[in-house]
């Protein structure tokens, strides 16, 4: 398995990837363009459950544009973190379909715990996450485990 980067430079080469494929990829932003469908990739060290309700209820995000901003609506966003998931996010999205089919969650923390596992909950549609996954799956080796079993397992999510 090839050495995996930190999650910042992950997100910068799956960028280039995505901009390779002809999507839109604003230079300073963590956001890609597909057929006027925003997919937003947020990468954080540790997800707070308060910070997390309030920023999935937004469904815009700021691009900076040379010296100013335009707003755009989000379709889909994605958090990417290689700390593990708190359980209260887990359940956040679990109970709200609706939130569930815009939202994923990339929990990275095993691949640097030596296991090429990604424990991830994607119910979205989301073109982008789909090659985020097949990224991750080609370049890195990297498994998925569906992150509610994890729920159930000795390898209990952190509060």
């Not at 335009?70 to 999205?93: D, F, G, Q």
């Not at 789909?130 to 890195?140: A, N």
């Not at 998925?144 to 209990?156: A, M, Q, T, W, Y």
Request: charged share 30%; with cysteine.
């Amino acid at each position: 398995m090839p050495i995996f980067p930190e999650v910042w430079e992950l997100i910068e080469t799956f960028k280039a990837q995505c901009s390779r494929k002809g999507w839109k990829v604003p230079e300073n932003e963590d956001v890609v363009d597909v057929r006027g469908e925003c997919h937003h990739l947020i990468w954080t060290q540790h997800i707070y459950p308060n910070t997390f309700r309030k920023v999935v209820k937004k469904s815009c995000v700021a691009i900076r544009e040379g010296i100013s901003y335009r707003m755009v609506n989000v379709s889909y966003t994605a958090w990417i973190s290689p700390e593990c998931i708190a359980e209260k996010i887990l359940h956040v999205l679990l109970e709200d379909p609706d939130l569930s089919s815009k939202v994923a969650i990339y929990d990275v923390s095993p691949v640097y715990e030596g296991e090429p596992i990604c424990l991830k909950m994607n119910r979205t549609k989301s073109i982008v996450f789909e090659e985020f996954e097949k990224f991750l799956s080609e370049e890195y080796s990297i498994r998925f485990k569906p992150i509610h079993e994890v729920l159930r397992s000795p390898r209990s999510v952190q509060p």
